[in-house]
Each structure stands twice: as structure tokens, then as C-alpha cells.
């Protein structure tokens, strides 16, 4: 119990050391996002290695202090002694970010206001027709531009705050005091950057001032700030009449071909004071959608300024000939002289724009007359190369090339060209940059180019490319320390997967965490990676257990350095040290927490909704990139349910929301997108109550169109769903009918811990039970029957037609009941074999089998595939299913328990399908439910080896083993059904899956008899796979399903 314990220790320094490793590379991949930002960041790498030298240090004592006597070696004193020095540095760190958040909200501040004033001038002037003024446009993109930007500011100070909250969690730790709440209270929170009513603020009024100006230029007169009304005389006084619209409606009949209208406004137009400004104002405008004679006659007039900006974006003319590809607007820019190097309010130049577009002939002239400008960089760092490669604009990098563009970053802060051309799949851009010896470098996240090909691209040509010019395959990045086999396996790349094992890089390297790359590919459920993986294997025990794997479902993805595992660990002892004498206290023992059932439905009802299924984004906009930084909130009217809100897009982790409601007749789910941090609703929608009835199915998918707030649909919602209603009938009451309980060795409220006991014991008769089409449970080991050769459905006959059948093929019922009776307990493999084919329903069985005997009720449920291949129409639903089973199961419960008070009949409920297991769940606290995964089966592993259990059933299904723990443990299922031949090529599994809480059972059912075990080695390993290793035991689980339909659990589960 010691050993555990300080186990426990040593795990929790893992994690804290991981998550800060982790972090260090977020904050710096920050700064390349934005680096207009880089240099005001809290430099969390100097403060982390402050501390690390202060523990070290003797103690530099404060100006106002004379004792410096302190013992070096004594890193908590150490740390204590110097906290002036630290917490000195630390408030500068915060007093730089603090002053660059003041400069910039002052800046955003005034540049809002700009842009609402130039809104309200615009909003003043009468509009007659469809037509918005020229500088509606340009207006418009200011504003969401300014939405973007305030977007940054916000990413700005939250990460910030995380770096100031982490590193004084580190502090605390490795100084063993409690300084970060407080000083976060005291020290942080009050400092004007960390206070988010500004800038929730300025969101707010940013995003009212666009709707108020999109619905304004559709002749709608909506006002969402009521308290800034229009004044619409003093604007008309100050700023004129309606002579954008004037000017517009001349250029329109001068598309139409009436070219005499727009000669005889521009005469007009030469004794008008202003214009000057109103013709290049109607230039600017007319370029992207306007004819090259309207263009050429406006030009001809001689009151064009063709030097002008627009004030709101800064373009000139060459910008915008460039964005919309006009050569004749291009050439009179180039012609007058126009500065080519000027930068419009992104930053960028007309060569941006021409990369961006494609526009090889603009690239060449810019180039020619400002060589220059090559290498410019705009406010995101993007060179003229980097737009061409992420775009895509083949021509236009080969031209940048050919003219000395850099391929190699200048500074850290730079993007590198070589590992944004392979994260793109671009392999004439890769060979291009390649021939002209591009450097092979780590990106902000410690990636290399060949980590990049490896987990983005479907190229794997790229690998050879690279590998020719001289990259390394085996090369570990600097985040993970992973080698590209990791990240093509992890994502599934079946192509670059292959292309890496045949040119041969180690297919048995194992990362930090001890774990080889086909754990991954198992965790992620990429089947054909864990074959390749498998195939091409050259050490025959290569299988390992990991270093350590605590809580493998939310750190799967993560890693930490050995180095750094020990250094942690030998500063923890170091710190347990004081005066030379060790700390003899022993650690408090982990006492098991027993837990009896799990959470269920007594009265109410369970809404699950899903988002983010079958590989579709469940929130799309009509216009992509209009809110590229929003929030969903989910709510109800219903006063007991807490709103939920997540991030967008939606992350692995919250793309499952559940309710539990007490009538379905009024539950309706209101979506609301806010912009990240504002609270302006920018679409909404409703699911209404009709949605989630579930009078024919308990699960389905719904699509919402989202509304903005002046009910246009501007996009679209989908999502899946699944409502499991309580049992209908009498449940078992728990204070007369016992629990199943299991044991966890919890560490902290933040883990599970490992399954240390539990009820389940013995052998258990695995039954298969699937309903009838009037709803009768009975046992049969496929969803369809062979009748005169037509294959029927179980679930389209009643229960008579379905006997009837059974006596056609010779079913005696009577002498099957006369077996269970007097011979069952003897063989119970053989009560497995023959009541499969029985055609007995589950209530004549449960009353016969005698009740010593444990039963696994296998539910045979199909998919929603299965469904519909297999024509059953007549499918009963997911709740009334589970309620039929539970039916019969409760019913003799109750007349078990009369006969015999003091024994009870275990039963374990065990399905493919999570909706069926899911519903069996959370209907009854009584049972166990396990989840079963097919994944990693031997005949996968191993294909020529024909194996089968002794009862083929119906129903078997794989997903990831991600997933199917997921589901397990966010429904408070027992555990996992795992095959054993998995489970032994990658018998890390095991330990992650069990820290999640989860009994494991090992499923050995697709094994031969020892009479054909010969020649299914034989056969396997003539494919080159040690089919040997897949037969054995795995270590370290809680039982195991037999192929003779026996379900297994050891009597103690001790870990």
C-alpha cells in the first residue's frame, strides 16, 4: 500500500512536469500566431528556469535585509529565501504585458469609435434602391477585420494569464508553499489587463455596429443600440446629401452601355468643390465589379487621384487590382508611379494580394519594379512565399524563387516555408525548395517537414523527397518526441504509413511514455495502420508495457522526457530532506472506494446530444470564415438545467452534451453563437420539443438553420441525438435486491483509478437475446434465419412464427428445458451451444436455468448500417427494447428472490451496440453493462487464420478504443470487452484502460481449439506474423470471455 502511494507521488510529478512541458511549446506557438504580440509576452521559459537556479542559489537577500544564512542544498529554504527575487521578476513580467494591453485598448478604442462614426455618416443618407454606398464595403470588412483583431488581444491576455496561473502552480510546488491564490486574487485579477468587461465591451459594440450595417444596406431600418440614436439631421448638415448613391446609380447605367450618362456626370462633375474626392472615391469602388470602359472613361476624366487610399482599409488601386485581377486599373498604377511597397491596413502589399490570387503577370511587374519587396512581411509574418504555398499558387512560388525569396526563417518568430509547403501536401513546392537547399528545421512546436508529411499529408511521395535530400525518418520531434511513424499512425495515414515501414524506419521505437506507435494506431481504432504495423514488426517481444500511463484518455496525446521525469523526481526528494535527516512519516494508505451501481433514471428522462459525427463539422456558415472565434451555448427554458457552453470549433472532449428532463412535452434546446468573448448573440436557433419525442426511435439526427438577429438563416446546425427514457415498469427496489459494486484505488477527484475489487465473480453462460417483432425477448445468435432460403429477420416474426420455425429445423423445446433443468450445471459450454439454438425465449430460460447458474445476456442490436442492409424495418426501438429485456430479467428476479431470499442470479449485460448498452445503463443501478469492441481480432492480425468461436454471432462491431472507453466511462458502464489478441500486441492498453475506472475483459472467443492452433500458426506466421503472441493471456485484466461462450471474471481483482 506504501509502494502504491508513493507511486501515486512520483505520477502526480509526471503530470504537473508534462502539462508545463506542454505549455512552454503552446505559449511559444502563440507567438507565431501573433507576432505582433511576441514580445510582450510573459517569457514563462526565464521565470520557469528562475526558479530551477533559485533552488540552487543561497539566498540573495532583499535590499532591506542583512541575513543571507541559508544552506544551499536546502532547495526548499532556497526557494523560500529568494521569493523577493522571484515574485520581483514576476511582477515586471505582468506590469510588460499590462502595458502593452493599455496601449492597444486605447488603440482599439479609438479605432472603433472611427468606424462607428464613419457607420452612423453612412446610415444617415437615404437609400432608394438595393444598392449599398461605395464605402459600405470597405466599411464592412473594417469592422469584422476589427473582430479579428480584438479576437487576437483576447488570445493575447488568456494566455497570459494561464502562463502567470502555471508558473505560480510551479512555484507553489517546487517551493512547497501556497502563494498562487492568493496572490492571483490580490496581485492579478485586480491588474486591468485580467479584467475582460473592456474588451467584452468593445466585442459587443463591434458586433452591433455590423449587424446595424448589414441590415441597413438590405433596406432595413434596425437599430440594436438603442442608445445611440442617428442623428440624421446633424449628419446630413455635416456630411452632404446623397451623392454616393448618385454616383453609384451613374455607374450602373454605365455598365448597361450608356457610356454618354457617365461622360456627361464626370463634366458635371469638374465645378463641383469635392470632386476630386467623389470620383476616386467611385474609382476605388468601381474596380471590383465594374466594366474596363467605365473603369477607362473615369480615368479619362482627369479627377481621378489614382495615388488615393481608401480610409478605412488603406488599399490604393494597386491592392485592389490585384484582389479582383484587373490589368488595366494594374497597369495605370504601375504607369503613374504608385508606391508598390505601400501596405494597406493588414499589412500587406500589392504583392500579397497577387500571390494570394494567383496573378502570375502582377507578381513578375511587382517584382521587376520592387525586387525589394520579396520578402515583406504583413502583420500575421506571412511573406509573399508563405501566401503562395498556402494558397496554393504554384506559378507564383516558383517566380518568388526565381527571385531570391528567403526559404529559411530569419528569426524564431519567422514561419518556415519547407514545413508549411509539406503540412499543404505540396510537392512541387517541397522539390523546389528542396533543389535551392532549404534548411530541414523544428517549427514552433518542435515539428520537422517530415513530421509534417507524416500526420498531414496524403503524399508519401513528399517522404521520399525528403528523405533524398537528406531528412531523417527516424528524426523525434521536439514536442512529443515522436518520429514521423508516430503521427502517420496516430492519424491514420495509411499511405505515408506504408511509404515510412518500406523504406525502412524502426517500426519498434517507443516514445517517452515507454509506448510503441501501434499503441496509437489502436487508441485512434485505424485498423489497417495497426496491420501494417503489425506485419512489418522485427522484434518478436516488442509489445511493452509503458513507463507510465496515468489517465491515458485525457494524456494520450501527450509526452514527457525521461530527464525531466527524474529530475522532478529527485527534486521532490531532495525537498523531503531537511538538516540532512529524512522525513520517516509514512504516507496515509489509499483506502479503495467502494462504489455500489452507478447514477439511473428513477423519473427522468436522458437526452444525449452529439456533435461532430461522421467526420461533418456540426456548425457550418454559409459564408466560411464569417465568425472564425465563436462560442456555442446550449441551453433550456427549464429552470433546473445549467447552461452549457463550449468553444468552436468543438474539441474531442465536449462534443458530448447530456440533460436529464422530466417531461419531454417541454423540452426545448435554444443554440446561441456569441462571438468568443462577447455576448452578442450572432445566430441562434431552437430544437423543439417534437425533435426529442422518441415515439419511433430513440436515437436521430437533426439539422437547424441558424438565424442572425434579424432572422436570416446564415448557416447551418446539425446534430445527433439519443433520448433514453426510464424503465416503464416496476424497477427492482434497491433495499431488497442488491447492488453490484466495484472498488477503485481513486488517487484525487481529478482520476478514476485502478478497479482493485468488485462483485463480479465465477463463470457466466453467455446468452444471445435479440425481440421479436411483438416485442418477446428470445435467444438466437443472428439478426437473420435461413427459412426455405430466404433470409428473414428475426426481428419481422412474432413469437409463434418464430417457435414454429424452430420446431421446422427440430428444435425439441420440451428436452431443452428438461436439460437446463438436470444437466446445465455439469457443462456449461454446452448450454452456451445449445440454447443458441433453441428458439426458448429469454423468460422460458431464465425460469428453468438453475439459479446458481450466472448468466451474460449478449443484446443483439444492430447498427444503423446493419439496419438498413439487412430490410429490418420492424425494428423495436432502443427503450422499448431495453425495456423488454429488463421486463423479464426483473420479473424473475423477484421470483428468484421469493424462492430463495439469501442467493441471487448474477447477470451481466453485454452489447456491440453503445445505444443498446447505453439505455440498459441508465434504466436499472442493479446489473453491470459492459461495452464490446471487435477491434484487433486475431483473423485481422492474422487473415489466413480462419477462427471462430463455437457460436458465431450477429451484431460484432469495432471502434477505437478512444472511443468506446469514452463512451464507457461518460455512461457509468462497468468497463470494456477488449480481444485478447489486441490486448496483447499492445498490452499498454490494458492499463489505460483500467485507470479510467473500467473493468477490462479479455475476449479470447475468436481463438482456435488446441487442435487447430497448429495450423492457424502455422498459417500465420507463414505472413510473417507471430501469431503466438496473440494466443497468450494478457496480463492485468479482470476476466475473460472463452470461445465456449463462457464469460470468466477472477475472483479477485487485485491490481
Given amino acids: 500500500m506504501i509502494l502504491a502511494h508513493l507511486k501515486s507521488i512520483e505520477t502526480h510529478i509526471n503530470i504537473i512536469a508534462h502539462i508545463l512541458l506542454k505549455f512552454g511549446k503552446q505559449i511559444q506557438r502563440r507567438q507565431l500566431d501573433l507576432p505582433e504580440y511576441a514580445a510582450s509576452f510573459v517569457n514563462y521559459k526565464a521565470l520557469k528556469k528562475l526558479i530551477k537556479q533559485l533552488s540552487a542559489t543561497p539566498t540573495i537577500p532583499a535590499q532591506t535585509t542583512a541575513d543571507t544564512s541559508q544552506n544551499a542544498a536546502d532547495t526548499q529554504s532556497a526557494l523560500r529565501a529568494n521569493k523577493e527575487v522571484f515574485f520581483f521578476k514576476l511582477e515586471r513580467e505582468i506590469e510588460k504585458v499590462n502595458a502593452f494591453y493599455l496601449q492597444k485598448e486605447a488603440e482599439f478604442s479609438l479605432r472603433l469609435k472611427t468606424l462607428v462614426d464613419k457607420k452612423r455618416v453612412i446610415q444617415s443618407r437615404t437609400v432608394t434602391n438595393s444598392k449599398a454606398p461605395a464605402n459600405f464595403v470597405a466599411l464592412f470588412e473594417g469592422l469584422q477585420q476589427f473582430d479579428g483583431d480584438l479576437n487576437k488581444l483576447q488570445q493575447f491576455v488568456e494566455i497570459n494569464e494561464t502562463a502567470v496561473s502555471k508558473i505560480l502552480k510551479k512555484w507553489d510546488k517546487t517551493s512547497k508553499s501556497r502563494m498562487k491564490e492568493l496572490y492571483l486574487q490580490r496581485a492579478v485579477e485586480v491588474q486591468p489587463c485580467f479584467n475582460r468587461d473592456v474588451l467584452r465591451d468593445l466585442s459587443d459594440r463591434a458586433t452591433t455596429a455590423r449587424l446595424e450595417l448589414e441590415a441597413w444596406a438590405e433596406g432595413e431600418n434596425i437599430q440594436f443600440d438603442v442608445s445611440r440614436p442617428i442623428d440624421r439631421a446633424a449628419a446630413i448638415q455635416s456630411f452632404g446629401t446623397d451623392e454616393d448613391e448618385l454616383d453609384l446609380q451613374i455607374l450602373q447605367s454605365a455598365t448597361a452601355g450608356n457610356l454618354q450618362t457617365l461622360r456627361e456626370w464626370t463634366a458635371k462633375l469638374q465645378s463641383v468643390p469635392d470632386a476630386r474626392e467623389r470620383a476616386t472615391r467611385t474609382f476605388l469602388a468601381a474596380i471590383n465589379e465594374f466594366s474596363d470602359e467605365v473603369l477607362t472613361a473615369l480615368l479619362e476624366s482627369g479627377l481621378v487621384d489614382i495615388h488615393a487610399e481608401d480610409d478605412i482599409n488603406e488599399r490604393n488601386c494597386l491592392h485592389e487590382a490585384a484582389i479582383s485581377g484587373r490589368d488595366l486599373v494594374f497597369k495605370a498604377g504601375i504607369t503613374a508611379g504608385i508606391d508598390i511597397s505601400s501596405s494597406d491596413v493588414y499589412g500587406r502589399i500589392p504583392l500579397h494580394y497577387a500571390c494570394m490570387h494567383g496573378r502570375v503577370e502582377m507578381v513578375l511587374e511587382l517584382l521587376a519594379a520592387g525586387p525589394q519587396t520579396v520578402n515583406r512581411m504583413d502583420h500575421d509574418n506571412f511573406t509573399p512565399l508563405i501566401h503562395s504555398i498556402v494558397k496554393n499558387q504554384l506559378a507564383c512560388a516558383e517566380q518568388l524563387l526565381n527571385n531570391n525569396a528567403r526559404i529559411n526563417p530569419a528569426s524564431e518568430s519567422d514561419h518556415i516555408p519547407l514545413n508549411l509547403a509539406c503540412q499543404h501536401g505540396s510537392l512541387e513546392v517541397v522539390k523546389m525548395l528542396l533543389e535551392r537547399n532549404a534548411q530541414l528545421l523544428p517549427d514552433a512546436e518542435g515539428l520537422y517537414p517530415q513530421h509534417m508529411v507524416a500526420r498531414a499529408s496524403q503524399s508519401p511521395q513528399l517522404l521520399l523527397l525528403l528523405k533524398h535530400h537528406g531528412a531523417d525518418l527516424n528524426q523525434r520531434d521536439k514536442l512529443y518526441q515522436w518520429t514521423p511513424l508516430f503521427h502517420a499512425a496516430s492519424e491514420g495515414c495509411v499511405d505515408c504509413l506504408r511509404t515510412l515501414l518500406e523504406l525502412g524506419v524502426d517500426a519498434d521505437v517507443v516514445d517517452e511514455k515507454g509506448l510503441a506507435a501501434m499503441y496509437y494506431a489502436a487508441w485512434e481504432g485505424h485498423l489497417e495502420c495497426m496491420l501494417l504495423l503489425w506485419s512489418r514488426r522485427t522484434n518478436a517481444n516488442s509489445a511493452q508495457k509503458p513507463l507510465d500511463i496515468l489517465n491515458g484518455l485525457r494524456l494520450q496525446e501527450q509526452g514527457i522526457s525521461i530527464d525531466q521525469y527524474n529530475r522532478e523526481k529527485e527534486l521532490s526528494s531532495d525537498m523531503e530532506i531537511v538538516d540532512g535527516i529524512p522525513d520517516l512519516s509514512l504516507p496515509p494508505p489509499i483506502i479503495p472506494l467502494r462504489r455500489y451501481g452507478h447514477n439511473f433514471l428513477d423519473k427522468k428522462v436522458f437526452v444525449q446530444i452529439l456533435f461532430d459525427q461522421g467526420g461533418l463539422n456540426s456548425i457550418s456558415f454559409d459564408q466560411a470564415g464569417r465568425h472564425p472565434a465563436a462560442r456555442l451555448?446550449?441551453?433550456?427554458?427549464?429552470?433546473?438545467?445549467?447552461?452549457?457552453?463550449?468553444?468552436?470549433?468543438?474539441?474531442?472532449?465536449?462534443?458530448?452534451?447530456?440533460?436529464?428532463?422530466?417531461?419531454?412535452?417541454?423540452?426545448?434546446?435554444?443554440?446561441?453563437?456569441?462571438?468568443?468573448?462577447?455576448?452578442?448573440v450572432i445566430a441562434k436557433s431552437v430544437a423543439l420539443p417534437v425533435v426529442f419525442r422518441a415515439d419511433k426511435s430513440s436515437t436521430g439526427q437533426c439539422s437547424l438553420p441558424l438565424f442572425d438577429p434579424r432572422l436570416r438563416s446564415i448557416g447551418q446546425l446539425r446534430f445527433g441525438f439519443q433520448v433514453i427514457k426510464p424503465y416503464h415498469g416496476d424497477p427492482l427496489e434497491i433495499t431488497h435486491f442488491a447492488t453490484y459494486w466495484k472498488a477503485t484505488?481513486?488517487?484525487?477527484?481529478?482520476?478514476?483509478?485502478?478497479?482493485?475489487?468488485?462483485?463480479?465473480?465465477?463463470?457466466?453462460?453467455?446468452?444471445?437475446?435479440?425481440?421479436?417483432?411483438?416485442?418477446?425477448?428470445?435467444?438466437?445468435?443472428?439478426?437473420?434465419?435461413?427459412?426455405?432460403?430466404?433470409?428473414?429477420?428475426?426481428?419481422?416474426?412474432?413469437?409463434?412464427?418464430?417457435?414454429?420455425?424452430?420446431?421446422?429445423?427440430?428444435?425439441?423445446?420440451?428436452?431443452?428445458?428438461?436439460?437446463?433443468?438436470?444437466?446445465?450445471?455439469?457443462?456449461?459450454?454446452?448450454?452456451?451451444?445449445?440454447?443458441?439454438?433453441?428458439?426458448?425465449?429469454?423468460?422460458?430460460?431464465?425460469?428453468?436455468?438453475?439459479?446458481?447458474?450466472?448468466?451474460?445476456?449478449?443484446?443483439?442490436?444492430?447498427?444503423?448500417?446493419?439496419?438498413?442492409?439487412?430490410?429490418?424495418?420492424?425494428?423495436?426501438?432502443?427503450?422499448?427494447?431495453?425495456?423488454?429485456?429488463?421486463?423479464?430479467?426483473?420479473?424473475?428476479?423477484?421470483?428468484?428472490?421469493?424462492?430463495?431470499?439469501?442467493?441471487?442470479?448474477?447477470?451481466?449485460?453485454?452489447?456491440?451496440?453503445?445505444?443498446?448498452?447505453?439505455?440498459?445503463?441508465?434504466?436499472?443501478?442493479?446489473?453491470?453493462?459492459?461495452?464490446?469492441?471487435?477491434?484487433?481480432?486475431?483473423?485481422?492480425?492474422?487473415?489466413?487464420?480462419?477462427?471462430?468461436?463455437?457460436?458465431?454471432?450477429?451484431?460484432?462491431?469495432?471502434?477505437?478504443?478512444?472511443?468506446?472507453?469514452?463512451?464507457?466511462?461518460?455512461?457509468?458502464?462497468?468497463?470494456?470487452?477488449?480481444?485478447?489478441s489486441l490486448l496483447n500486441v499492445v498490452p499498454a492498453l490494458v492499463e489505460t484502460i483500467k485507470e479510467q475506472g473500467l473493468v477490462l475483459v479479455a475476449d479470447t472467443s475468436d481463438e482456435t481449439g488446441d487442435q487447430d492452433r497448429h495450423g492457424a500458426l502455422s498459417a500465420a506466421n507463414s505472413m510473417g506474423v507471430a501469431a503466438e503472441w496473440a494466443y497468450r493471456m494478457p496480463d492485468g485484466v479482470n476476466g475473460v470471455m472463452k470461445a465456449n461462450g463462457i464469460l470468466r471474471f477472477n475472483d479477485t481483482i487485485d491490481m
Fill in 633 to 680: 451555448t446550449i441551453s433550456s427554458k427549464l429552470s433546473d438545467l445549467i447552461p452549457r457552453t463550449m468553444m468552436l470549433p468543438i474539441q474531442d472532449d465536449s462534443r458530448m452534451i447530456s440533460f436529464q428532463v422530466d417531461n419531454l412535452d417541454t423540452f426545448a434546446v435554444d443554440f446561441e453563437i456569441f462571438p468568443t468573448f462577447g455576448s452578442k
Fill in 745 to 980: 484505488s481513486a488517487l484525487d477527484s481529478e482520476h478514476n483509478g485502478l478497479v482493485t475489487g468488485s462483485s463480479l465473480s465465477g463463470d457466466h453462460v453467455q446468452l444471445f437475446v435479440q425481440l421479436t417483432r411483438d416485442s418477446v425477448p428470445v435467444l438466437y445468435p443472428q439478426f437473420t434465419i435461413d427459412y426455405h432460403g430466404i433470409e428473414i429477420p428475426i426481428c419481422h416474426l412474432t413469437h409463434d412464427q418464430f417457435r414454429l420455425v424452430g420446431a421446422e429445423r427440430g428444435a425439441n423445446r420440451q428436452e431443452m428445458l428438461q436439460f437446463l433443468k438436470t444437466q446445465a450445471v455439469d457443462d456449461m459450454a454446452q448450454t452456451h451451444r445449445l440454447l443458441a439454438a433453441s428458439f426458448l425465449s429469454l423468460q422460458d430460460v431464465l425460469q428453468q436455468l438453475p439459479i446458481d447458474i450466472n448468466i451474460n445476456l449478449s443484446v443483439l442490436y444492430p447498427s444503423p448500417t446493419e439496419e438498413q442492409t439487412l430490410g429490418m424495418t420492424s425494428l423495436t426501438d432502443v427503450n422499448s427494447f431495453a425495456d423488454a429485456i429488463l421486463t423479464d430479467v426483473f420479473d424473475h428476479a423477484r421470483v428468484a428472490r421469493d424462492k430463495n431470499p439469501d442467493f441471487m442470479r448474477s447477470v451481466v449485460f453485454t452489447s456491440y451496440n453503445p445505444n443498446i448498452c447505453t439505455a440498459l445503463n441508465w434504466k436499472q443501478p442493479n446489473y453491470p453493462v459492459l461495452l464490446c469492441n471487435d477491434l484487433g481480432q486475431i483473423r485481422d492480425l492474422a487473415r489466413d487464420v480462419g477462427s471462430l468461436p463455437h457460436v458465431d454471432s450477429s451484431g460484432r462491431a469495432s471502434m477505437s478504443i478512444k472511443e468506446s472507453a469514452r463512451i464507457a466511462q461518460s455512461n457509468n458502464f462497468m468497463g470494456l470487452i477488449c480481444r485478447s
